[in-house]
C-alpha cells in the first residue's frame, strides 16, 4: 500500500490573528501534511507547493495577483475554501455572472492603478457587493490558471457553482476540538444569540423573539458587539456551555448559516433556528436541531426550555454527528484529496 502524500502547505492567514487558518493548519497537520502561514500582503514563498486559502476575509484577488508574475510551470497549486455567501439564487446566473465579472473588474481595476482609490464612486464599492465580488474573483482566477481546486462550504452554492462551469467541492462547515469543551458548568442562560445584526431583517426578528420571551420571564444574552461583546475561543465555549439553547437566524433567507451549528452542537447547546435551504443535508431539522417558521420561535423556544428531556436528546444527537461525522478535519481531508488528485492529472 503506497503511503499517503503529504504535501508542504501555506496556508493565508488574513490577520495576525485568524482562527480559521489556525484550525486548518491544525487539521493539515493531523492529516500528515507540512503546513506554514503566509500572511497577507506578504510574499509567497517560491517552491511552494499548495496554497490553502479560505472565506475570503479580504481580497482574494489582490493576494493571488502575485502568482501572475510566476511562470505556469513554477505556480504552486491554489486552493480556496469559500464560506460566504452568493447573491440570490433566484437571480438568472447570467445577470449574477455579468454583474460579478464588472465588480470584480473595478478592483482589478484599482488594484492596477493605485491613484483609482480616491475616486469616490470606487471608495463606496468597496466594501459593498461583496458576494459579486467572489463569484467574480473565483471565475477570473481560476479561468487564468491562479485557482486550481475551489471548494465550498454549502452543498447547494457547490452544486449551483459546478452546473454553472466551475467545478466546486463540498466540504461542509465542521466541528474542531479547539472550539469546543464539556467544561461541567450549569446552563444558566436560556438563550444566546452571537453575531452581528448585520441585516434589517436579522435585527428586527432578532428583536421580535426577544420581545415575545420576555413577559415569561426569558431573556436572550445577546453578544453583537454592541450590546455585549462578541464572543470568541475559550470564552464562546465557556458561553456555549452555559447556554440552553442557541438562536440561529440568518441574514436572508437563501444564506448558509450552519458554521454556526458547528460551535453550538459540539458544547451541547441546541439550535432553535428560522427554516434554512439545504446547505448541509446532513444536518436534519427535528433530529439535531429545531427549524421553526419566524412566528413560531418564541413558542418553540418556551417548549424546550420547559422539556428538559426531549432537548437534551436532540442535543445529544447533534453532539454526536459534529464530533463523529461533520469535522473540520474530514472536510480538510475531503478537499486535500481534490488537490492530490488534481496534481496527479497535472
Known amino acids: 500500500m ?3 502524500l503529504s504535501f508542504q502547505v501555506a496556508v493565508l492567514h488574513w490577520s495576525t490573528i485568524d482562527g480559521i487558518a489556525q484550525v486548518i493548519e491544525d487539521e493539515l497537520h493531523t492529516l500528515g501534511h507540512r503546513p506554514f502561514p503566509v500572511f497577507n500582503n506578504a510574499p509567497i514563498p517560491p517552491h511552494t507547493e499548495i496554497v490553502f486559502t479560505s472565506g475570503p476575509y479580504g481580497q482574494l484577488y489582490a493576494f493571488l495577483s502575485q502568482l501572475e508574475g510566476w511562470l505556469p510551470r513554477n505556480r504552486p497549486v491554489v486552493v480556496h475554501w469559500n464560506t460566504e455567501g452568493i447573491p440570490s439564487p433566484v437571480l438568472p446566473w447570467f ?3 455579468m454583474i460579478s465579472s464588472g465588480r470584480a473588474w473595478l478592483d482589478r481595476l484599482r488594484l492596477q492603478n493605485p491613484g483609482l482609490a480616491r475616486l469616490r464612486l470606487l471608495s463606496i464599492l468597496d466594501k459593498r457587493m461583496l458576494r459579486y465580488r467572489y463569484v467574480g474573483d473565483y471565475a477570473y482566477l481560476y479561468k487564468k490558471g491562479l485557482l486550481h481546486v475551489l471548494a465550498d462550504s454549502s452543498a447547494l452554492y457547490a452544486h449551483i457553482r459546478s452546473q454553472h462551469g466551475l467545478p466546486t467541492v463540498y466540504a461542509p462547515w465542521g466541528a474542531t476540538p479547539r472550539w469546543y469543551a464539556d467544561l461541567q458548568i450549569g446552563r444558566d442562560i436560556d438563550v444566546l444569540w452571537m453575531g452581528k445584526r448585520a441585516t434589517r431583517r436579522r435585527s428586527d426578528l432578532l428583536d421580535l423573539v426577544r420581545h415575545g420571551l420576555r413577559p415569561h420571564g426569558i431573556e436572550i444574552y445577546v453578544a ?14 465557556q458561553f456555549l456551555n452555559r447556554a440552553k439553547i442557541t438562536l440561529n437566524i440568518t441574514r436572508t433567507w437563501y444564506d448558509d448559516n450552519f458554521s454556526r451549528f458547528a460551535l453550538a452542537a459540539p458544547n451541547r447547546s441546541l439550535v432553535v433556528s428560522e427554516p434554512m435551504l439545504a446547505h448541509c443535508p446532513a444536518i436534519e431539522a427535528g433530529t439535531h436541531y429545531l427549524s421553526t417558521p419566524p412566528e413560531k420561535l418564541v413558542d418553540t423556544i418556551l417548549y424546550y426550555l420547559q422539556h428538559e428531556t426531549e432537548r437534551q436528546e436532540i442535543v445529544e444527537r447533534a453532539y454526536q454527528l459534529f464530533t463523529q461525522q461533520l469535522t473540520f478535519q474530514h472536510s480538510v481531508s475531503t478537499i486535500m484529496a481534490q488537490v492530490a488528485y488534481y496534481k496527479k492529472e497535472k
Open 2 to 4: 503506497n503511503p499517503p
Open 95 to 97: 445577470l449574477v455572472r
Open 224 to 237: 453583537d458587539n454592541v450590546e455585549n461583546p462578541f464572543i470568541f475561543d475559550q470564552e464562546r465555549t
